[in-house]
């Protein structure tokens, strides 16, 4: 069983900073594929920025130049760093991991989910 823990969610001022970890355990293989994506109220959930276990990265337009997605392979952990926070980057983030287990059976697993708050 694999599973995925998020943290690092939580309320920021316009203009402050987080960073999210995600912490992928259980019986892995490989990863190949590790992002992160956002559901705001009433939205679809999108994807915000995306790494593959080589450090090739993937950013959606709203967040480049603000948000850093990063892959710590000893750990199996992802992490992204956002800066210069807006009200609009208000969602629950969601880790997401794509890879196979020991086993060889494919993965594609969700993080349960953290929130993230922009508000004075």
């Known amino acids: 069983q694999v599973q995925l823990v998020e943290s690092g969610g939580g309320l920021v001022q316009p203009g402050g900073s987080l960073r999210l970890s995600c912490a992928a355990s259980?019986?892995?293989?490989?990863?190949?594929?590790m992002g992160w994506y956002r559901q705001a109220p009433g939205k679809q959930r999108e994807l915000v920025a995306a790494i593959t276990s080589y450090g090739s990265r993937n950013y959606t337009d709203s967040v480049k130049g603000r948000f850093t997605i990063s892959i710590d392979n000893t750990k199996n952990t992802v992490y992204l760093q956002m800066v210069s926070l807006k009200p609009e980057d208000t969602a629950v983030y969601y880790c997401?991991?794509?890879?196979?287990?020991?086993?060889?059976?494919?993965?594609?697993?969700w993080g349960q989910g953290t929130l993230v708050t922009v508000s004075s």
């Open positions: 997401n991991l794509q890879g196979s287990t020991r086993l060889g059976a494919a993965l594609d697993i």
């Open positions: 259980g019986s892995i293989r490989s990863i190949y594929l």
